[in-house]
């Protein structure tokens, strides 16, 4: 939401600068984050598995210690090149935004290193309270500013404020898991216990940072050399829609890292494949179905949430769909491969796809512009599911569920093909209104008639049936009881 008010209230012009400066201000995160955020979701949870009660507070020390140090240095290094930035950006005239970059990195680094220890405690509802405190009113703000005729600098204060508000909310919140005074007592870990956990943050850390540049808009630093900055917007607009379509996806694989480390320290394989399997199967229902709905409705959803000025971006939004849901799922994988603590695979995996990424980028870019840069980040992060199934079926022996995929694919792309049909006959409006839930509604038709849902997915579903409010629970009533009815048959079919 924030960004539709922004891509039309800052214009074009003004959005690719903004966008330029998040791109820098998020590869800074990326710098200063040194996989710390990972070990703290890794290592606090095996902890807690290991029944230790001084290792999860020490991991939490250890993360917030050396994420503030490296926040400062990070931060330092940008305020002394903000000339180079502005420069770069088209406008040396613009240098103080890149200071106030700069200005943003430390409250940004804390709030994502607490965060990440919330995770790792499986304090998920912490996460929610924070983001219900800092979000909405980042919002009203953003709205406020941009109708009072303010720009890129005002948002970038207000970035900072609302951070800084979150820091303080998490540090309220980090004192029921962790007495705060404990923080500044001495290492409460072995020399051992913070070797293993430093040795695993620096790989995790070479990791994500290195997957940000293929995956995450590595090739913006070279649109910003060979391309407009209102190109710039129409990229980052497209890849930042892809990411809202990755936002339930993400729900899975957020919880998956903690509860693999916790299986992990107590030793239990297969619990640990269970975990895998039901998350890979419920995340494939969630993406694919997004990726098709995306590409059949991409027109209606730049132009009427974004304006028809940013249609450049439709073309390239309609290419990463798929990709950004292939991404998803291997992320999935991912995560279960920092779990049974194998960070160096995924470390060497990125390095060889970094080097093929900017070298396509830097081939690409110059011809073909902003659409080179979208064929040079999909070649690179569509392989890496094959790579990271192929390595968790080795160490592990876990086979990918093809006959599942098979089915959900079949599911989506036949709502795809009907809603696009539909959308060909119907105003821009009045597509979404009618398309997304007419698109829902065919799916969940699909895999039942396919049989994708199977018995233990129906106790998942009771158990959220008895969480919802009374009302809700009445309605759901008829739907988990067809749903039970068709299952059981199902199995009984099978079973003659």
Known sequence: MASMVLTRGLGTEQYGLYSYAIWLSALAGYFSNLGLGEMSRRFIPEGIGRQSTREPAGFAQLALVFRIATALVVGFAIIISSGYWARLSGDSGDRFIFILVAASILPDALQQALVAIFKGFQKFDYSLYISLVMYPLRLVLIILLVNLGFGVQEIFILNIATLTLGVLVSFYLLRHLVPLKILFSPSLLSSDRKKEALKYSFAVGGVILIGYLVSQQAEVFFIGLYCSVEDVGFYTLAFRIGSLAGLLPAAFTYVL???????????????????????????????????????????????????AEYSPAIILFQIICLPTAIYSISMLSDYFIRGINHPGFLLKTMVIFAILNIGLSYWLIPRYGILGATIANIVIIVPTLPVYTIFIYKKCGIIWPWRDAIKIIIASLVMGVAIYILHNHLSAILSLVLCIPLGIVIFFIAIFALRVIKEQDLVILKGIQNSLPLVLRKHSLPLVGLMERVVLRTKLTNGR
């Open 257 to 307: 890292l903690p509860a693999i480390a916790e299986q992990f320290g107590k030793r239990d394989m297969e619990k640990m494949k269970s975990i895998y399997l039901n998350s890979l199967r419920y995340l494939m229902i969630v993406a694919l179905p997004l990726a098709t709905g995306g590409i059949a409705l991409a027109d209606s959803l730049i132009t009427v949430l974004y304006g």
